[in-house]
């Protein structure tokens, strides 16, 4: 089974309902759903899709822009050596670290704070995942992605933005390559 299929077979084994403390009935629509603090839920079949795109390998240290209610945490954790993931709202930080350490999810590190300015003490990444919406790609997640690295970001507008995946090679060129268009709820921060 290749990578892809694993991830893939997780995550169709992964309750989505286990993240959510609202709208439970709705966890196997494939939509967006509020999970209070005027955040959501990303629709299922985005998670998997950012997921791919990121490609991580199991010995990845990658750095999550926005924890959420941690399904996407979740998934990075399964599949990647450790995840680094940054919240700024104080509830769902302490919810979300509470949930996925009573899960099993050893290998996430918390952090409460303003994500576009990422996580400097741990840096470089070798992936960066970024689940909410940037004008722009802020500065200094570019500098912490490591050489041979990845990041996945929704870059746009508050109607909608471009998921673009960007890739740094081993000399440190940059390059983005969009994959769709998509619309989440905007990355709160120095760098907006």
């Known amino acids: 089974m ?3 299929e694993k991830i893939i077979d997780y995550f169709n084994s992964l309750d989505r309902s286990l993240f959510m403390d609202i709208n439970k009935d709705l966890a196997v629509v494939d939509t967006a ?3 209070g ?3 959501t839920i990303s629709q299922p079949s985005l998670v ?3 997921t ?3 490609n991580p390998e199991e010995d990845s240290k990658i750095l999550e822009i926005g924890t959420g209610s941690g399904y996407q945490t979740a998934l990075l ?5 450790t995840v680094f993931t940054v919240e700024r709202i104080h509830e769902l930080y302490d919810k979300t670290k509470i949930r996925l350490e009573n899960m099993g999810f050893d290998n996430v590190y918390f952090k409460l704070d303003d994500g576009t300015m990422g996580w400097e003490q741990f840096a470089p990444f070798d992936r960066i995942m970024v689940t909410a919406a940037a004008r722009f790609i802020p500065p200094s997640l570019l500098e912490q992605l490591a050489p041979r690295g990845i990041m996945v970001i929704p870059v746009g507008g508050s109607n909608y933005q471009e998921l673009l995946v960007i890739k740094k090679d081993s000399e440190g060129k940059v390059s ?3 994959k769709g268009y998509v619309k989440f709820v905007p990355l709160i921060g120095r760098y907006e």
């Open 2 to 4: 290749s990578r892809k």
């Open 37 to 39: 603090y005027g955040q």
């Open 33 to 35: 759903l509020p999970i």
């Open 48 to 50: 998997l899709e950012m």
């Open 52 to 54: 791919v795109l990121l």
């Open 176 to 178: 983005t390559e969009c």
């Open 77 to 81: 954790s399964t599949f990647s050596g």
